[in-house]
């Protein structure tokens, strides 16, 4: 049963995770994900067919472990990825976030996303869904993996984690 308690608790970790992308915060988002956690935006096949395998489809990010995400995250601190330099800043909005399912160690959360990133004097809207796993580590919720659905795929730039 999905108690008013535990929706407050997921969606805390999934605000906290947007707040500490757009406050450059990384070793506090690193924190909010397991060692062994997964980080997944695959690509469109079609415009009506979303990749459902990461070993068939190309995607836009996929990242197994917390190591995966912290070298992401020394790219962009130390300034090896150019198309980062200078950091974009971003706005993320979340909505219609509600628990899908949940048991004494594991929720699932779905939400909608809106990234608004300016960059190099261009402002550019991103937007789609979230899906969320989080599970109970070491006492508190963390995240074990995070699915995002990027709905306006047709980029101009490159896009990099913190931006969807």
Not at 26 to 37: I, P
Not at 78 to 94: A, E, Y
Not at 130 to 148: E, F, M, N, P, S
Request: aromatic letters at 12%; one cysteine or more; charged letters at 25%.
């Amino acid at each position: 049963m999905v108690t008013p308690e535990l929706h407050m608790a997921a969606a805390a970790v999934v605000f906290r995770e947007a707040d500490c992308l757009d406050r450059w915060r990384w070793q506090d988002w690193l924190d909010l994900y397991t060692d062994d956690c997964l980080f997944w935006c695959p690509s469109w096949v079609d415009e009506e067919t979303l990749g459902d395998d990461p070993d068939r489809y190309v995607s836009f990010f996929y990242l197994a472990g917390r190591a995966a995400l912290g070298d992401r995250v020394y790219r962009v601190e130390s300034g090896l990825t150019p198309f980062v330099t200078p950091l974009p800043r971003t706005c993320h909005v979340i909505s219609n976030l509600h628990v899908t399912a949940a048991d004494q160690d594991r929720v699932e959360v779905s939400s909608h996303w809106h990234t608004s990133t300016y960059h190099r004097r261009v402002t550019t809207q991103l937007f789609g869904f979230y899906d969320h796993t989080l599970v109970q580590d070491g006492g508190r919720w963390r995240i074990a993996r995070k699915k995002i659905t990027l709905l306006n795929d047709h980029l101009d730039l490159p896009i990099d984690f913190n931006q969807v």
